[in-house]
């Protein structure tokens, strides 16, 4: 943490607040008038991170720690996605979906996850400990955020409060975004492949959320 964000720890809750805000306007309007506004936000993104000489390491994005982090964590990863399909297959909402199709979204799933694990915790998590005063808050409000950002989408909306909760937490304790985006990625998928567009919306969220 830099020594003004020291004297001003309100200014790291200023811009983690200005660029949510930036994310939802990008959501609900701006992309459908300038689809490639993204880059604007991903921009200011990397200049906040050079401005407070932040590396890929500090922000997640490292080795160490990441065996550890599959060898503790694989086994409670496993026992939710045998769930997911369990409910999947008792319910009989399972996707029709080709093996080829299967594999190439699981890997968008992957590359998306990760995405996403870095702005929820690479960004906005490294920012509210020092806005906040400590990080006993920090998992709730990260959740909280992440769930706002899916709007209308009730379904999501819950599932990303939850997830959203507890990719904070081992977060924190593991620094890592390696193993979270591989949970993402196979969650998402599995959510995808489980659950009806009637109850996800086909994922949308935003006005696109309406469409279906």
Known sequence: MSSTEERRPWLAGLEALAIFAAIMLYIWWIRFRYPYSWIAILIVLVASHVARRE?????????????????DLSAPLTLVALVILAAGFLCRTMRNVSWDNGFSSLAVYFA????????????FVNRLPSFLGDETRVPLLAATLFSLAHLPNWFLMLVTFAGGYVCARIYLSYRNLYFLGV???????????????TVSHHMYVGPKWFSV
């Open 183 to 197: 949970a993402h990625g196979i969650v998402g998928f599995l959510i995808y492949l489980t659950v009806p567009d």
């Open 112 to 123: 998306w996850g990760l995405f996403q694990q870095y702005l929820l915790n690479g960004y």
């Open 55 to 71: 590396t890929f390491a500090r922000l997640g994005f490292r080795w160490d720690g990441t065996a550890r982090s599959f060898a």
